[in-house]
């Protein structure tokens, strides 16, 4: 034979409005926690989905497409063979401009960042003639919503 127990606990409508009140102070750190928390995986929407897969900037638009085949040199990451005459930019060749990338939070804002001490970055982006270091508008919902969301729910029903 089993009995269960409930405890409940008692909780005044000033108790509720003071956890209410704590929560809403910590949000935007622990909105900044999650991001840090999930940077590989809200990186890979920019380098993955968006450069690799997709080949587009943030905008949406078409990177460019390859005028010849090209053949993987010395130190290639073969994954981002072949690429063919006509077909999307990835933006992959060994793996240095998707390895640099890094985020950080200012006011609330995810920041993308490239640590590239090359050129390699500007010239990337003087052929494309578009900004591919962020994320897109769709991209952008992911991480809001499938990425920070379920973390600051969780946070919020440990206090509510």
Same mark, same amino acid.
């Given at each position: ?11 005044? %409508? =000033? $108790? ?9 102070? *910590? ?7 999650? %991001?840090? *928390?999930?940077? %590989?995986?809200?990186?890979?929407? +920019?380098?993955? $989905? *968006? ?8 905008? /949406?638009?078409? @990177? ?5 085949? &090209? @053949?993987?040199?010395? /130190?290639? #990451?073969?994954?981002? &063979? ?14 240095? @401009? ?6 950080? %939070?200012? +006011?609330? *804002? ?7 001490? /090359?050129? =390699?970055?500007?010239? #990337? ?13 769709? +991209? ?17 029903? =440990?206090?509510?």
């Amino acid at each position: 034979m089993y009995r269960l127990f409930f405890i409940c606990i008692a909780m005044t %409508v =000033k $108790d509720y409005i003071e956890i209410a009140s704590l929560v809403k102070s *910590q949000i935007l750190d622990e909105t900044s926690r999650a %991001v840090y *928390q999930k940077e %590989v995986e809200i990186i890979k929407l +920019n380098t993955e $989905d *968006q450069l690799f897969n997709k080949g587009i900037n943030i905008e /949406g638009g078409l @990177l460019g497409l390859y005028s010849h085949t &090209y @053949l993987p040199k010395e /130190g290639s #990451l073969m994954r981002a &063979y072949p690429k063919t005459k006509n077909k999307r930019y990835n933006f992959l060749e060994s793996g240095r @401009l998707y390895n640099d990338m890094s985020i950080r %939070v200012v +006011n609330n *804002q995810v920041i993308f960042e490239n640590s590239d001490t /090359g050129n =390699k970055l500007l010239e #990337l982006r003087s052929l494309v003639g578009a900004e591919f270091i962020g994320l897109t508008s769709d +991209n952008e919902y992911r991480l809001n919503y499938e990425i920070i969301q379920p973390e600051l729910f969780k946070f919020i029903q =440990k206090y509510l």
